[in-house]
């Protein structure tokens, strides 16, 4: 780790171990200030609690240092500032500068003026980040009584970080590790060994040579959000052509056979200036970048599918080179990149590892995790006993409500609501709804934590149904036709339905459709144009079967979480089906939501049927115009 030090009051070199381990019973980990903050509470090694700032501001991966996440896990975890031994931050900000400085001015005179318009906020923010940690928290005990505002407070490295948060939750008592994101402060890849309680990072990759940040460079140009999109172009990957690879490995990437690679900076502008790609790469690629939300072309999806076969690429051959030099049956992948689902299952399909185990926060936020625990194990050496499971809970971490909280919400908003006698009763009705071909909004326990919602706060429907993925994606999320949906199937169901071998709890790996199950496309109808594409049934579970007839795929048993479990069964009960749609509960262009208000207010807002908040249903159409007034409307308004 190579703990910074000044805002500890211990001197640079300083063994640490003159620190009283026996008071280092409770770790908060941050990440912020680049994209998706959060905040991660860790007691004695265990993940008490652990939320991202966007659910709490609803600005969508908000970066804003995360003061509400910090107070719901002192909250959840029943204690104050004061309660807090260690702060860990994900990344070390002095590394971080010097990157960007060297950066800009080996780039000079062309990177001077994203240079200028950088310093000021480094300096107010982020370079000083321990008086802006202790700033911040002095606010907080303001509002939570005296607190300890003094506590020590520590920075990692970014890939140690994210290394730390695939491997000490992972069920492996030994494991290769792969990290893969945008950057760090110098690396963007990393691999190593985790043993026990230790970790081990043997080789990186340097910026700006970064898989991430070419496949954002690719998200840009085809006219998706940087940081938080994406996942749309992996999803728009199968309706088009690999016919840019070539192109893209003779001019952009260099790539070696042991997965490391340069990419040609000519092409690229995020050295300089304040956008991914540049002139150069606009001509290489026959034009400008496509202006969001205009159609997209046959060129568009072409391109996805392009930098999607060389992810994939990239990523086969990282994981086989760690392999050759780890020996490690097991691996652990975290970063941005590890999110890529269908790599991943590539990885697990075809690469040498036995088993595989992701983070499911891989991206930043679940690097505030990783910092806590790599300094409760590494640096406090503290054993480590791995379980059968991993220990991320199901990744239910964040806040719940319950049944009283929720009355009183809907009482005092006047709603019309049933309350549900018992939880058979209430199993028994939504199964019975989602059969009917109603959708749902499921809202549940404590909220996921990471891009996923896995059972908690969720959309459900029915898979079997063929106008499912339209209805949902334009009357219920307001997006692109072409996005898909997830799968979630009884763990004990897995194989009737997919070609995968072996548990997907948090949606992270995408896999085939079983051939039996699936209706192939006519050469007339694989030319019809995209829109009309996207409806045409591909199998029995035509609402959660991709365009190439995969899925990306959750499983569910009884452990992780048992009321959706039993949800699931029921409706194999009344359907013959294991498997039904699970989607996140939230339109474009906001987080999932938190609360019982949050999921209202979407309910509100979309064409769903029902809204499930904890024991009480809600029916649509028993809500009349009370709600549908100018309040709603303009504290909504779609972007």
């Not at 607190?147 to 492996?172: D, K, Q, V």
């Not at 172009?233 to 309706?239: D, H, S």
């Not at 790469?281 to 060129?299: A, H, S, V, Y």
């Not at 209202?600 to 009349?624: A, C, H, N, P, W």
């Amino acid at each position: 780790m190579g703990v910074s030090t000044g805002a500890t009051g211990l001197p640079a070199g300083l063994p640490f171990a003159i620190i009283n381990q026996a008071m280092a019973t409770n770790i908060l980990g941050i990440s912020a200030f680049y994209h998706d903050s959060a905040a991660a509470l860790i007691r004695d090694g265990e993940i008490i609690a652990a939320a991202q700032e966007e659910r709490f501001s609803r600005k969508r991966n908000d970066s804003s240092f995360p003061c509400d996440a910090i107070k719901f896990c002192l909250d959840y975890g029943k204690i104050d500032i004061s309660g807090i031994d260690y702060i860990v931050f994900h990344e070390k900000p002095f590394l971080k500068f010097e990157r960007l400085f060297k950066t800009y001015f080996a780039y000079a005179p062309w990177g001077l003026r994203s240079f200028v318009s950088s310093v000021p906020i480094w300096i107010k923010n982020k370079l000083f980040l321990g008086s802006l940690i202790k700033s911040e928290l002095r606010k907080l005990s303001e509002t939570k009584g005296p607190g300890n505002i003094e506590s020590n407070i520590l920075f990692t490295e970014h890939h140690l970080a994210h290394a730390a948060s695939g491997f000490y939750p992972s069920p492996f008592k030994s494991a290769a590790i792969l990290t893969m994101d945008g950057a760090g402060e110098w690396a963007t890849a990393s691999y190593g060994i985790g043993r026990d309680n230790n970790i081990s990072l043997l080789s990186e990759l340097h910026f700006p040579h970064s898989l991430g940040l070419l496949y954002s460079a690719f998200t840009y140009y085809t006219g998706f959000k940087v940081n938080s999109a994406e996942y749309k172009v992996m999803g728009l990957a199968p309706y088009g052509e690999p016919k840019y690879v070539g192109l893209i490995l003779e001019k952009i990437i260099d790539l070696k056979d042991d997965g490391s690679f340069k990419l040609n900076m000519d092409y690229f502008n995020y050295c300089v200036g304040f956008t991914l790609t540049n002139d150069k790469f606009n001509t290489l690629f026959g034009g400008p970048p496509r202006k969001p939300e205009t159609k997209l072309t046959q060129k568009d999806m072409d391109l996805a599918k392009s930098i999607q076969v060389v992810t994939e690429e990239i990523m086969l051959r990282m994981a086989r080179y760690v392999y050759s030099q780890t020996k490690e049956e097991n691996l652990c992948l975290a970063g941005g990149v590890a999110l890529n689902c269908v790599g991943n299952g590539r990885i697990l399909r075809e690469g040498p590892f036995k088993n595989i185990w992701i983070q499911p926060a891989s991206g930043d936020a679940g690097a505030a995790i990783g910092a806590a625990l790599d300094f409760w194990y590494r640096y406090l050496g503290n054993k480590r006993e791995p379980k059968k499971e991993d220990s991320m809970k199901a990744s239910l971490l964040g806040p719940e409500f319950s049944d009283e909280y929720i009355e009183k919400f809907l009482k005092k908003e006047n709603i019309p609501h049933e309350k549900v006698g018992n939880t058979e009763e209430l199993i028994d009705k939504v199964s019975g709804l989602i059969a009917d071909e109603k959708v749902i909004g499921w809202f549940q326990g404590r909220m996921e934590f990471g891009p996923r919602a896995l059972g908690a706060r969720s959309i459900i429907a029915d898979s079997r149904s063929r106008h499912m993925q339209s209805k949902l994606n334009l009357k219920i999320k307001y997006r692109e036709s072409f996005r898909p949906f997830a799968p979630v199937v009884l763990e004990e169901k897995t194989g009737d339905y997919f070609e995968l071998d072996g548990e997907s709890p948090y949606m992270l790996l995408v896999a085939a459709v079983r051939k039996e199950r699936c209706i192939p496309m006519t050469e007339d109808q694989k030319s019809l144009p995209l829109k009309e594409r996207v409806g045409i049934p591909r199998s029995d579970i035509p609402a959660v079967t991709h365009l190439d007839y995969s899925a990306r795929i959750q499983t569910i048993n009884e452990k992780q979480n048992e009321l959706f479990y039993r949800l699931i069964k029921k409706f194999q009960e009344k359907t013959g089906y294991a498997v039904i749609v699970n989607t996140s509960f939230n339109v474009r262009g906001e987080p999932i939501v938190c609360s019982p208000e949050d999921a209202y207010k979407g309910f509100m807002r979309t064409e769903m049927d029902y809204l499930v908040l904890g024991s009480f249903l809600i029916d649509k159409k028993e809500q009349g115009m009370v709600k549908h007034n100018i309040y709603w409307q303009k504290e909504f308004e779609l972007d």
